[in-house]
Nanobody, 126 residues
Framework: QVQLVESGGGSVQAGGSLRLSCVASGYIYSTICMGWFRQAPGKERERVATIDSSGSTNYAASVKGRFTISKDNAKNTLYLQMNSLKSEDTAMYYC????????????????????WGQGTQVTVSS
């Protein structure tokens, strides 16, 4: 099992920045894939950014160039640096993790994540 706890959400004006953190605990192995997802009221949950064990990253088109995902393996912590925030970034942000599918060394886009945090709210006012 993997437990995930997010922090760093809050309220900010458009154009501002926030940094989200996610601390992972439990059975953490170096092959783990991690990511950030978000869900706005009345909308489906969407992938924001993911990072695999090699450090390879993948971003949603809507955040590319503004958000940066990173991780500190020594601290089992995932980060999401969010710059140039827009009102449409307002959502509950979730940290998620999973291990690669059997026989794979990474987590393909669209793969279902198995472990989820409780979420941290980000509100951007215009």
């Amino acid at each position: 099992q993997v437990q995930l706890v997010e922090s760093g959400g809050g309220s900010v004006q458009a154009g501002g920045s926030l940094r989200l953190s996610c601390v992972a605990s439990g059975y953490i192995y170096s092959t783990i894939c991690m990511g950030w997802f978000r869900q706005a009221p009345g909308k489906e949950r969407e992938r924001v950014a993911t990072i695999d064990s090699s450090g390879s990253t993948n971003y949603a088109a809507s955040v590319k160039g503004r958000f940066t995902i990173s991780k500190d393996n020594a601290k089992n912590t995932l980060y999401l640096q969010m710059n140039s925030l827009k009102s449409e970034d307002t959502a509950m942000y979730y940290c998620a993790a999973r291990y690669p599918p059997y026989g794979a060394t990474s987590c393909p886009p669209g793969v279902v994540y198995m472990y989820w945090g409780q979420g941290t709210q980000v509100t951007v006012s215009s």
